[in-house]
């Protein structure tokens, strides 16, 4: 997600939000991007991961598509206590999870 008015041509690290908490990026936290620009921190990352993959979550309802892949999946999904529109998917969860933990320098793991 973009920070509303930011300048396209010009983009700055804060001028990127977390679709799911509307964090803006400080150039060192870490983040996965999925389809379409779209952005999920670690932090909020760990919050969906521990609810899908280790509480085994359940589907939110019908008719959602994942923020990250674009996609309407029948599977558990995530969805943002700040934005009801930002809907993470399992596979996205996990997929960005996996990506963060090879990424030595993002500093994320998993939680457990």
């Known amino acids: 997600m973009h920070r509303p008015g930011s300048n396209t041509d010009d983009m700055q690290p804060g001028d990127f939000l ?3 908490c509307e964090r803006p990026w400080d150039g060192l936290a870490s983040m996965v991007e999925g389809h379409h ?3 999920i921190c670690g932090k909020c990352l760990t919050i969906a991961y ?3 993959v280790m509480d085994q979550g359940e589907c ?3 008719g959602l598509t994942c923020t990250l892949c674009t996609e309407e999946r029948q599977q558990a999904e995530w969805q943002s206590p700040v ?3 930002a809907v993470v998917c ?3 969860v996990r997929q960005a999870a996996q990506a963060l933990s090879k ?3 993002s500093g994320w793991t998993r939680p457990v």
């Open 18 to 20: 977390c679709d799911f």
């Open 90 to 92: 399992e596979r996205c």
């Open 50 to 52: 521990r609810a899908l």
């Open 37 to 39: 620009g779209s952005l």
């Open 83 to 85: 934005r009801a529109e």
């Open 103 to 105: 990424d030595p320098e």
């Open 60 to 62: 939110v309802g019908p």
